[in-house]
């Protein structure tokens, strides 16, 4: 019922020919295979052999209690983004569905074009907001509601801020979609049939929505567990999430091995994530 | 299958021709990878202009320097960066790693370089100062002039900026302010610089690039902390009201060296001959702000921009330690990090 109107619907007719429509995406397939296959299996093969063949670089990752702590940093964030970002976006998602078109035209359009503005951009206007010097701190400065600067930046409090804003949308489009195929008229039934407001929002709307946002949500939380630049400039090093952590191994440090163990109980997460998800909302309903 | 072979035969063409047209694309022309900004901009007009002027070689501007993808490059064959720019530590591990291709001193002239800032694979770009940069507006008139100062949040209350990645100068610097005497710095005590650190680590705001410790010192986000001495020269050249002090200002270079496996070596060694000439060294300082490596490059240059380069600070001077950080990279590295993170 969910999937009609989502883009990436999996369950296309050429899909459902079976062997004949296989060829077609084969190009695409030698991509991947070429571009993160491959590439994986390198790092993998790289974690536990260098420096000496064995299992050392997984050792050290486990244990080591700053690299734990930089993992539990990353779900901590990634939790969080994912919570405000639900919270944010589902009356959004339900406003773009129900709007007159004109707004709701108007109100997709912001959300897009948000999303093609450049990423650092929007991280270092965050910054200029955000900072002790900033244009919020000023202003309440001035309105003399506090009188030392709100530590709005460097910590948890900046991160989640910068990461909810560029995630919001990929919650918002999937839960309109899952929205807008709702028929309207169930809602009428349901108040016909005497729920109150709120039992038709928890009975009827919240189920109804459940795969949307559990698409959503899943999307939001996987793509914060990579993330890089915005924690990297939003956040403290006290914050530091797993992809930083990498860089400085990659880039800094050259351990190789080591990052491609980090990089490895990243991917494995990600992916037992993704299952569990699937076990939960099955293949179609986990997209849309 | 057939159509599947043909595509893939098409996908093979392509990549050989993409192949084929950079290769073509490589004959005359160097790659040169620097830091990007106002640094990277006085290097071009200070060094690869005149060297295509006079070679014929063009030189194609990349960057950042990025140590992580320079490895990769070496490791895969596959090097397009023919002189890259990068930090004097890693200069010196690099080398030890067989990652960069020793100096052809029969192109570079070794005597004209300071002794400081040469070394079997690599030759200074330029040499830099850290020193204490502060905004008076933000610290209400009071001048800071030692280390000592920017960990005394007393008397200079408000956040402090140190470099973010590990490399020589923080560590130094904790040290200096708790009373070592300079000439005692090495080797490094680790446990006392962490621990002097962590009297003022929930006051630190790390930056990791030049531009944004200019951000943070000219909004006063940070009106006190260690800078390259360029970024402030270029701060108050725009205008902006910074100060500094040169008091026990730490010195290093940045390094110009080559990868291993570099398929134009030798136009490489022609552009860091040019780059590190009198000339050239004197016209980059002149736009930077940082000091030349050649010491021929002084003489050359206006009397009011020679006044301001690290090399007229150096009665209180002092040369941070290349060999014992290649030596000691990676176990203080991971000890830095692991620090940041807690």
């Known amino acids: ?288 | 299958m057939s159509r599947t072979s043909r595509a893939l035969g098409i996908a093979a063409l392509a990549l050989a021709a993409g192949l084929a047209g950079a290769a073509v694309a490589q004959s005359g022309s160097i790659v040169f990878t620097s830091w990007g900004g106002t640094t990277q901009d006085a290097q071009k007009k200070s060094w690869a202009v005149p060297f295509t002027k006079e070679t014929g070689i063009t030189v194609k501007q990349d960057g950042p320097t990025d140590y992580g993808k320079l490895k990769a490059m070496v490791e895969s064959g596959n090097v397009s960066w023919d002189v890259v720019d990068v930090e004097a530590d890693f200069a010196a591990a690099a080398a030890k790693d067989g990652l960069i291709e020793p100096i052809d001193f029969s192109i570079v002239k070794r005597d004209e370089i300071d002794p400081r800032f040469v070394t079997d694979h690599a030759v200074g770009s330029f040499y830099y100062s850290f020193v204490l940069g502060f905004n008076p507006a933000s610290l209400k008139g009071k001048t800071p002039k030692s280390w000592a100062d920017v960990f005394d949040t007393k008397t200079f209350p408000g956040k402090r900026t140190f470099y973010k990645w590990s490399a020589p100068g923080v560590l130094e610097i904790a040290l200096l302010a708790d009373g070592v005497p300079a000439d005692k710095l090495y080797p490094l005590d680790l446990d006392r610089a962490f621990k002097k650190l962590d009297s003022i680590k929930k006051d630190i705001v790390w930056w990791g690039t030049g531009a944004q410790s200019q951000q943070l010192l000219a909004s006063g986000e940070a009106p006190i902390g260690q800078f390259w001495n360029g970024r402030i020269f270029a701060l108050q050249q725009s205008g902006e009201k910074v100060d500094l002090s040169w008091e026990q200002n730490l010195t290093a270079a940045d390094m110009l060296v080559v990868p291993k496996g570099s398929k134009n070596k030798e136009a490489a060694m022609k552009f860091i001959a040019e780059a590190t000439s009198p000339e050239g060294q004197a016209s980059f300082a002149t736009e930077s702000g940082y000091a030349p490596v050649n010491v021929k490059s002084a003489a050359l240059m206006p009397k009011d921009v020679a006044a301001n380069l690290p090399d007229k600070h150096t009665a209180s001077q002092i040369n941070l330690d290349m060999s014992y950080w290649a030596a000691h990279r990676d176990e203080i590295g991971k000890r830095w990090y692991a620090w940041q993170a807690e």
């Open chain 1, 1 to 288: 019922m969910t999937v009609t109107d989502v883009p990436m619907a999996p369950q296309s007719p050429a899909a459902r020919r079976g062997g004949r429509g296989f060829a077609p995406v084969l190009p695409a397939l030698a991509l991947v295979v070429l571009v993160f296959v491959i590439p994986v299996l390198a790092l993998l093969l790289r974690s536990v052999l260098e420096p000496a063949p064995g299992l050392q670089n997984y050792a050290t990752f486990f244990g080591s209690t700053t690299y734990l702590k930089v993992l539990g940093n990353t779900f901590l964030v990634a939790f969080t983004v994912t919570v405000v970002t639900v919270l944010l976006g589902f009356p959004v998602a339900w406003f773009l569905a129900i709007a007159p078109s004109f707004w709701s035209r108007l109100l997709f359009a912001i959300v897009i074009l948000s999303m093609w503005t450049n990423l650092l951009a929007r991280t270092y206007a965050w910054m200029v907001l955000l900072q002790r010097t900033g244009v919020i701190n000023r202003t309440l400065m001035n309105l003399g509601l506090i009188s030392e600067p709100l530590p709005l930046i460097n910590n948890l409090v900046g991160v989640t801020i910068g990461m909810t804003y560029i995630m919001l949308p990929f919650m918002i489009l999937p839960l309109h979609a899952t929205i807008r195929s709702i028929d309207p008229a169930i809602f009428q039934a349901a108040s016909l049939c005497g729920a109150s407001r709120f039992q038709a929002f928890t009975r009827v709307m919240l189920p109804l929505t459940a795969s949307g946002i559990a698409a959503g949500a899943l999307m939001v939380f996987v793509m914060s567990l990579g993330y890089f630049i915005t924690p990297a400039l939003l956040g403290g090093t006290a914050n530091m999430m797993l992809a930083e952590l990498i860089a400085q191994l990659v880039q800094s440090l050259l351990d190789w091995g080591l990052a491609g163990a980090a990089a490895l109980v990243l991917l494995v997460i990600t992916l037992a994530i993704y299952m569990v998800q699937l076990r939960f909302f099955g293949f179609g309903q986990a997209r849309g």
